[in-house]
Structure formats: C-alpha cells, structure tokens
Nanobody, 126 residues
Framework: QVQPVESGGGLVQAGGSLRLSCAASGRTFSRDAMGWFRQAPGKEREFVAAISWSSGSTRYADSVKGRFTISRDNAKNTVYLQMNSLKPEDTAVYYC???????????????????WGKGTLVTVSS
C-alpha cells in the first residue's frame, strides 16, 4: 500500500498563499499518479489537481487553473500543491490521493483513486 500524509494547511487571508505537501510512504514504486481533492463543509469531495509520477503531466480543476500548481519531488516521494491568490471559497479540507494505475480520463472521479491521506484544513478568511 501507499500511505499519503498531508501537511501545510492553516489559516490565511484572501489573496494569500499556502503550500501543501504530501509525503508518500509504503509501496511507492506502485504509485502511478498523485492528486489533490478538497471537501468544503456540506459539499462533496471535489478534484483539485493531479500529476503523473513518471511524466510529470498535470491536470487541474477549472476553479484553480492559474492559481494552483501541483509538482513532485521524486527523491523525496513528495507532492506539493502551491496555492496562490486564495479565495474564501477555497476553504476546505484538502486530501492527498495516490493511484496505482490512473486512467486520466477519469482523474476527477474520487472513486478511482486507491489511497487517501487524512486531510489537512485550509481556511481562507475574507
């Protein structure tokens, strides 16, 4: 199994920035892609961004394009989510996910991801 562990959440004012980290432990050689999802209170979990571990290809939700950047550090088995120009509507628990074999056509479906972290809370104040 792959165990993702998130860190870096916190409270930030609107317009500010945060960087989330996700360290992957366990059978990391079986990991094909990693991604970020978020869940706001009373809402369903939604896709934020994903990255292919081998190629570095990325995908973003329309709501974060141009503001968020996903990246990886192969040596550290870590994925990052740099979040800039944060808005109050970005407030949510952010979850890191890993997939052993991701079909990029279904990236936004949380059900196709194999492993999940416990989440880290991001609060953006207005």
């Amino acid at each position: 199994q792959v165990q993702p562990v998130e860190s870096g959440g916190g409270l930030v004012q609107a317009g500010g920035s945060l960087r989330l980290s996700c360290a992957a432990s366990g059978r990391t050689f079986s990991r094909d892609a990693m991604g970020w999802f978020r869940q706001a209170p009373g809402k369903e979990r939604e896709f934020v961004a994903a990255i292919s571990w081998s190629s570095g290809s990325t995908r973003y939700a329309d709501s974060v394009k141009g503001r968020f950047t996903i990246s990886r550090d192969n040596a550290k088995n870590t994925v990052y989510l740099q979040m800039n120009s944060l808005k109050p509507e970005d407030t949510a628990v952010y979850y890191c996910a890993a997939s052993a074999s991701l079909n990029w056509k279904t990236t936004e479906d949380s059900g196709v991801w194999d492993y999940w972290g416990k989440g880290t809370l991001v609060t953006v104040s207005s």
